[in-house]
C-alpha cells in the first residue's frame, strides 16, 4: 500500500512570495490533513478535510494561507504571501476512519524555510 | 479541551539502557492515546496506540506504553535502548468520538554509545 505522498520535500523562498504544496493521501483515506511543524515544537493542525469538505480550519491563518481538497483525494496548501516565522515542515496526513482509532498516517512532509 | 504535556524536551540516555519518556494529558471524558516517531528528516511514524482494553500497549520494536487513567499519564518505556532508537517521540491524544488528534511538543531521545 503506496504511504501518503508530498512534494516538493524542500522549498527554500524569499519572504513576501508565494508557495503551494500538494499532497496525495493514501488511496481510500476520507479525512486528510495539514500540520505545521515548527523546529521544536510539535505538530500542530491547520486544516481538516472530510472528502472534500473542510471539517476544522480554526488554526489556519486565512488572511494568508489556503488549502482545498477539489475531488475529495488530493490537495494543495497554499502560502501567500510568506512570512519568515512561516518556516517549518509542513506535514499532510491521512485516516481511515479515526473514529474508531484507526491511524493516522503521516507524509515525509514538506520543509519550508522562508529568508 | 484535551492537551498533551511531554515534560522533558530531550532525555540522554546511555546505549542499552532503560528509558521513560512522559507523557501527561488532560480531559474530562474517554481518550485515545498515540506514540508517535520521528526519525531524523523523516515524517512521523505510529508507534504504538491505546484505545481500550488492557492498559499495556507494546510495539514491535520493544517499546512499551501503560494508560494510567487515574494519572493520566502514558509513559513510553523501553528496558533497553539502541543507537537506532534516536529520534524525536510525541505523545498525542484525541477524544473518543472525536478525529482530531493533538500533539506534544515532544521529546528528543539521545542515545550515548
Known amino acids: 500500500e503506496a504511504g501518503v505522498a508530498q512534494s516538493p520535500r524542500y522549498k527554500i523562498i524569499e519572504k513576501r512570495q508565494s508557495v503551494a504544496f500538494w499532497c496525495n493521501p493514501i488511496?481510500?483515506?476520507?479525512?486528510l490533513y495539514w500540520y505545521q511543524q515548527i523546529l521544536g515544537q510539535g505538530p500542530k493542525l491547520l486544516i481538516q478535510f472530510q472528502n472534500n469538505g473542510v471539517v476544522d480550519d480554526s488554526q489556519l491563518p486565512k488572511d494568508r494561507f489556503s488549502a482545498e481538497r477539489l475531488k475529495g483525494v488530493d490537495s494543495t496548501l497554499k502560502i501567500q504571501p510568506a512570512k519568515l516565522e512561516d518556516s517549518a515542515v509542513y506535514l499532510c496526513?491521512?485516516?481511515?476512519?479515526?473514529?474508531?482509532?484507526?491511524?493516522?498516517?503521516f507524509g515525509e512532509g514538506s520543509w519550508l524555510t522562508v529568508v | 479541551a484535551q492537551s498533551v504535556t511531554q515534560l522533558d524536551s530531550q532525555v540522554p540516555v546511555f546505549e542499552e539502557a532503560p528509558v521513560e519518556l512522559r507523557c501527561n494529558y488532560s480531559s474530562s471524558v474517554s481518550v485515545y492515546l498515540f506514540w508517535y516517531v520521528q526519525y531524523p528528516n523523516q515524517g512521523l511514524q505510529l508507534l504504538l496506540k491505546y484505545l481500550s482494553g488492557s492498559t499495556l500497549v507494546e510495539s514491535i520494536n520493544g517499546f512499551e506504553a501503560e494508560f494510567n487513567k487515574s494519572q493520566t499519564s502514558f509513559h513510553l518505556r523501553k528496558p533497553s535502548v539502541h543507537i537506532s532508537d534516536t529520534a524525536e517521540y510525541f505523545c498525542a491524544v484525541s477524544l473518543v468520538g472525536d478525529d482530531k488528534i493533538i500533539f506534544g511538543k515532544g521529546t528528543r531521545l539521545h542515545i550515548l554509545p
Open positions: 496526513a491521512s485516516s481511515s476512519d479515526i473514529l474508531s482509532g484507526n491511524t493516522i498516517y
Open positions: 488511496s481510500g483515506h476520507a479525512t
